[in-house]
């Protein structure tokens, strides 16, 4: 080595260290933790010597960690030594007073992070967003106003530009509409039912679609979607933009129809 670089324990030293999604922490991980929680020391890689740290520990999770226990996928002994004081914050769904205030939040923080505007959510936009189930909690809505804030063109946020995913436990796609698709949804549906308020048939385009082929359909929607800015795509998507570039050049050759920039705007005029 040629530099010495300190670990996330030690450089919080003196402060608080965040452990997010401890649930997902390997057993093997877990012990090693749980030893330096017990002795506030850790053994710096190369080391000879222990190191004192003081530091307080915040860890979070968003499954049931006494199932978890008993699962076998987290220790019984980390579990109490983490759980002095247990917070629970409740579904983004069960506090929906809180929707509105978030999304006004992440549409200031996307428009500044993205250089435009921050704009307004107009009545209809603000209602499609308190009546939608959020099952993906605030990391959903944070990503919903990222696409908005990207996707939107006039002098406000409209309904239109909240693309939501569809959810299958509230019996609707969260895109209404004729013809609507959302940019994660990967298939068009028409979000029609049945006389017995059934959705009707082709609401569930996905079934019988490989994993690759439901990749591909997002990767094109998402760009109809931003009319063929990959750099907004690959925002939308959560990938790099050379991972984006990489699957494009992949499907033209295999003879996809792979939207180009300001293409679709030339075939609107």
Not at 20 to 27: G, H, K, L, T
Not at 184 to 196: L, M, V
Not at 242 to 264: A, F, H, I, W
Request: glycine fraction near 10%; charge should be negative; hydrophobic fraction near 40%.
């Amino acid at each position: 080595a040629v530099a010495r670089r300190i670990g996330k324990f030690e450089e919080a030293n003196g402060g608080t260290l965040l452990l997010d999604e401890i649930s997902e922490m390997d057993p093997h991980l877990q012990a090693k933790l749980l030893r330096v929680i017990q002795e506030r020391e850790i053994d710096r890689v190369g080391g000879t010597q222990p190191i004192k740290v003081d530091i307080r520990l915040i860890a979070t999770s968003n499954r049931d960690l006494e199932q978890a226990i008993r699962d076998g996928t987290m220790r019984e002994d980390l579990f109490y030594r983490l759980n002095v004081v247990n917070i629970e914050v409740p579904a983004l769904r069960n506090r929906p007073q809180d929707i509105e205030f978030l999304a006004e939040h992440f549409t200031a923080k996307y428009a500044d992070a993205n250089g435009v505007p921050a704009l307004p959510l107009s009545d209809a936009a603000r209602q499609k967003l308190r009546s939608h189930a959020w099952r993906g909690n605030v990391r959903e809505l944070e990503n919903t106003m990222h696409r908005a804030v990207l996707l939107a063109t006039g002098e406000e946020i409209s309904a239109d530009m909240i693309v939501l995913t569809f959810d299958a436990n509230h019996g609707q796609g969260a895109n209404s509409g004729a013809g609507s698709a959302g940019a994660e949804g990967g298939t068009r549906t028409n979000g029609a039912a049945d006389a017995n308020g059934q959705p009707a048939a082709g609401q569930f385009g996905l079934v019988g679609q490989t994993v690759a082929e439901v990749e591909r359909d997002l990767i094109i929607e998402t760009l109809h979607h931003c009319l063929g800015n990959r750099t907004h795509a690959a925002n939308i998507l959560g990938i790099s933009i050379r991972t984006l570039r990489n699957k494009l050049k992949q499907y033209t050759g295999e003879g996809v129809s792979v939207p180009m920039p300001g293409e679709l705007d030339r075939a609107a005029l």
